[in-house]
């Protein structure tokens, strides 16, 4: 055994990565069998020296962050755009300084996708997200090991790639967490080696610090969390204390204002309608004693029970042993803004969805790797059995959903004789749309474009039919349709209303009062597989006026607004 382990020293080609990584994970769990019985120590002994012969944990990081970057890019090229995904893209073909629902860098990233590859498919519009979170795999190794050591980091990499939320659907996915998640962890960063370090190049740390900062607000509002735990670092922490009278430190804030100032001055040009819009999610709606539980649960289901419960252990372990504890204590400053905030919304009655406390997690991660390389280093079986439940988990999610993409769904009836719908069917993309619409002729009418009835499919409609005809969201929720798609730019054209489950006597209710006449069309049935997924009801509307009453849905941005269902980023 030491004769094979002696030839995989100093090895550089990934096969030879993939064969040491493969050999450590191997032993890992060989040596966790035989912990249990001391009757084989002999062979622990070898499993440990074979362990620690592997050239660790450089090869394995590799591994780990080439393995799951294969893997993500079949994910990604397995399933079709989500609704929010399919609503970025299509919204995304008009550049803005910003947009209604987040900040713009997803959107920017999409655009350049879009023209770099073309729409053409899932995963050439995924490319970006997907080489992103290969970089924040690599800023999770260097920020743990900027804190710890190597072990730890290579174990905090490994873990994060465990956690489905995180590594999988933020990972390449086109969302706004993406880039925030790395924007993020590079700001941690930079802000470690000030911290940590010895005075050397703060003010290049702290401008570096800012600007990541600033590029992570430029992703989604959730980076003033970040800006605000390092805040509460430096008022709670003696020892750093001292950074609020450096100028250095404001001049870093200062550049991550300058990277923000876009999305400020597309809010002040519109009415400061996004800040409006992510507010109302917070309003207090009464109280709710299950509200925590409920949110914490999806926290647990989102990150996978095995990771989420010791990342919580490990804030809790943080926040006992205080600023003494510089380390563990600023990333469970950075930590605890993201998870509380949603938590206590949740408390208050608030609607929250389980992904939005993900960059507080995000940051427990480091001292994940910390716990895991000592429990590993201390012989403790538990740790061993964590990490094979994490990986386990993980490749049974992932393997259900791939067979869910790639193969047929089975018609199951319920005993109210309706069928069980496919799981994933938000990513199955309206492909079939555009052929049936042209097969109607009506594409190439002059004076027509579509009308969706809610936001979310105004992006699918959108995306499927890649910018031939102009979409509008008639609705009171048409989030950033609202801004790009004014209807009362199409007074005095026809409409194609598209839409799911839409009953003629609520359409013509709903929209009789703005056309001069409308009349309900064949369906359009969009398939998966050549079987039957979605049916969509079709209706021709002609002459768009605008109804005698103020406001209206031709100026949907001054209606009251609503929580409107849907998927939501």
């Given at each position: 055994m ?45 499993a ?8 660790y ?162 992703s ?6 970040l800006?605000l ?34 999305v ?71 930590a ?62 992932l ?15 319920l005993?109210?004789?309706s ?31 579509i ?9 699918k ?109």
């Open positions: 030491t004769a094979l382990v002696s030839q995989h020293r100093g090895l550089t080609s990934f096969r030879d990565c993939a064969r040491v990584s493969c050999a450590f994970c191997i032993t890992e769990l060989w040596s966790t069998f035989f912990l249990a019985n001391h009757s084989a120590e002999p062979l622990c002994a070898a440990r020296s074979l362990r620690a012969s592997v050239k944990p450089g090869n394995a990081l590799l591994a780990v962050i080439a393995g799951t970057l294969v893997l993500r890019l079949i994910f990604a090229a397995s399933l079709g755009l989500g609704s929010d995904e399919s609503y970025t893209v299509a919204t995304a073909r008009q550049p803005q300084l910003s947009y209604f629902d987040h900040p713009p860098a997803a959107w920017w990233l999409a655009w350049a996708a879009g023209k770099l590859f073309g729409e053409h498919g899932a995963l050439s519009l995924r490319l970006p997200f997907i080489l992103l979170f290969a970089l924040s795999s690599w800023l999770m190794f260097a920020l743990t090991r900027r804190l710890f050591d190597e072990r730890a980091a290579f174990w905090a990499t490994a873990t994060l790639n465990c956690s489905p939320v995180l590594a999988w659907t933020s990972g390449s996915w086109i969302v706004p967490d993406g880039p925030l998640n790395a924007a993020s962890l590079a700001s941690t960063y930079c802000t470690a080696e000030v911290l940590l370090g010895k005075g050397k190049s703060a003010r290049f740390w702290w401008i570096a610090a800012g600007a990541c900062a600033g590029l992570a607000l430029l989604k509002l959730h980076g003033a969390f800006l735990g390092i805040g509460l670092f430096l008022l709670t922490s003696a020892k750093h204390r001292h950074w609020l009278a450096s100028p250095c430190l404001y001049g870093g804030a200062a550049i991550a204002g300058l990277v923000f100032l876009p400020l001055v597309w809010n002040q040009q519109h009415a400061w309608v996004s800040f409006a819009f992510q507010a109302s999610r917070a309003r207090y709606l009464g109280f709710n004693p299950l509200g925590p539980i409920v949110a914490l649960l999806g926290h647990a289901l989102y990150l996978l029970p095995c990771v989420w419960l010791p990342l919580l252990l490990c804030l809790a372990n943080a926040l006992a042993r205080g600023p003494g504890d510089d380390r563990r204590w600023l990333m469970a400053c950075l605890a803004g993201p998870i509380a905030t949603f938590t206590v919304i949740a408390l208050l009655g608030g609607r929250t969805l389980p992904h939005w406390a993900a960059p507080g997690y995000l940051m427990l991660f480091p001292l994940l790797g910390a716990e895991v390389a000592e429990g590993l280093a201390n012989g403790r079986a538990h740790i061993r059995a964590l990490l094979t439940a994490c990986a386990a988990l993980a490749a049974t999610a393997a259900i959903t791939l067979a869910l993409a790639w193969l047929p769904w089975p018609s199951f009836a005993p109210n004789g069928l069980v719908p496919y799981p994933l069917l938000e990513t199955v993309d309206w492909s079939g749309l555009e052929r049936e619409l042209a097969g109607r002729g009506l594409l190439e009418r002059p004076n027509i474009f009308a969706a009835t809610r936001w979310y499919e105004a992006g409609i959108d995306y499927a039919l890649r910018g031939r005809i102009p979409v509008a969201c008639l609705c009171r929720e048409p989030h950033g349709y609202g801004i790009l798609a004014r209807p009362e730019a199409f007074i005095d054209q026809n409409a194609v209303i598209i839409g799911r489950d839409l009953l003629p006597d609520r359409i013509a209710a709903t929209y009789g009062p703005y056309f001069a006449r409308i009349d309900m069309l064949p369906p359009i049935t969009i398939r998966r597989a050549g079987t039957p997924a979605i049916e969509l009801s079709v209706f021709f509307a002609s002459g768009m006026h605008s109804a005698n009453k103020q406001p209206n849905l031709l100026d949907p941005l001054s209606l009251p607004q609503i929580e409107a269902a849907g998927p939501r980023s």
